[in-house]
């Protein structure tokens, strides 16, 4: 038996998608497109806070969007039907989108085209938050009827976001919802988080939201 | 949850260090995984042994060491770990709020290898 030696190696092995997501990032500043990853629950609201958002933003900028689903083109066909370009990825199983699949989707879309791209990423708390898809801003919604306990159950999806919009608001006379607790909750594991307070289905609380998502866009594609 | 593909890149590039140092069989892998990044030692040590089979990483144990999520004050410079759900706001030192973290706590590194 030869002698028992160790090698150094001291590289990280997640190597591959990260790096891949911050040269996917660098070429959409070059080409001037401001990609959100938007990511929640199923059912808490991605489809229709899209809708509401390009509302307000619309007549300002070129907009297209990315549906990541397991299956189906029920997202896609919404967002036909306000005449807005829209790819469908279909993940075939996989829980969570990761550079790659993004790139795949941003080169079938035409990306570069684009002053603002949603990627609507699957529904699911879990998985998403662990995998850099190279967008410019994570996002993520949270809804009243989830309940206020969701950023003690899931702090790495609460912490590697840019901005969290707490959607159903029109719910939390209906719910024990306490806002106050959730925000601290959160603040708690990501201090400089932006919090709005919507309702996708009212319309409410979406003019600051989209002010604030405006700036940003600006500011990435001066 | 997403150990094999992980620990895919980890056979791959235990391999690459292998071919490049002459060695004969890896009888240990040693990784550092981040506190956080959410790894479960008994699956990846599965997985690996499914996909090292008839390479010479065959049979290798994989020993994970867990890293901290550290943050740095920038106002004092002091250091502290996160304790899991208890995540702090301001400096335990100085009390400023002005923190940076040194460690994610998603780190996954492959640190060395024990090999013959």
């Known amino acids: 038996m030869d002698p028992v030696r160790i090698i150094e190696v001291k590289e990280s092995v997640l190597g591959d998608n990260n790096k891949k997501a911050e040269e996917l990032r660098a070429s959409l500043k070059k080409d001037k497109t401001f990609l959100v990853n938007l990511m929640s629950s199923p059912g808490s609201g991605k489809t229709s806070t899209i809708l509401r958002t390009i509302e307000h933003l619309r007549d300002e900028f070129k907009i297209g969007i990315l549906e990541a689903d397991i299956d189906s083109a029920v997202d896609a066909e919404k967002i036909q039907a306000v005449d807005i370009p829209v790819v469908q990825l279909h993940t075939g199983g996989m829980c969570h989108l990761d550079a790659g699949m993004t790139e795949t989707g941003l080169n079938e879309l035409n990306a570069p085209a684009y002053d603002l791209v949603f990627l609507e990423n699957i529904g699911n708390l879990v998985c998403p938050a662990e995998f850099d898809t190279g967008a410019v801003c994570n996002m993520m919604i949270l809804s009243v009827p989830e309940g206020d306990d969701k950023p003690l159950k899931y702090p790495l999806m609460f912490s590697t976001t840019d901005v969290l919009l707490v959607n159903k608001i029109d719910y939390l006379q209906l719910s024990d919802f306490d806002m106050e607790a959730m925000k601290k909750r959160v603040y708690n594991l990501n201090p400089s988080i932006q919090i709005f307070e919507v309702s996708a289905k009212t319309g409410e609380g979406f003019g600051a939201w989209a002010e604030w998502l405006r700036i940003e866009i600006r500011k990435w594609l001066t | ?116």
């Open chain 2, 1 to 116: 949850m997403h150990e094999l593909g992980i620990m895919a890149n980890v056979l791959d590039l235990a391999l690459e260090y292998s071919q490049a140092n002459d060695v004969r069989k890896i009888r240990k892998v040693i990784l550092e995984v981040g506190e956080y990044s959410g790894i479960m030692p008994k699956l990846a040590q599965d997985f690996f042994g499914y996909i090292a089979k008839n390479t010479i990483a065959e049979g290798a144990v994989i020993e994970i060491k867990k890293v901290p999520m550290k943050v740095r004050c920038r106002e004092c410079g002091a250091e502290a770990e996160i304790i899991p759900n208890n995540f702090m706001l301001s400096c335990l030192e100085c009390g400023s709020e002005n923190l940076e973290c040194v460690t994610s706590g998603r780190e996954w590194k492959l640190e060395s290898l024990e090999v013959e």
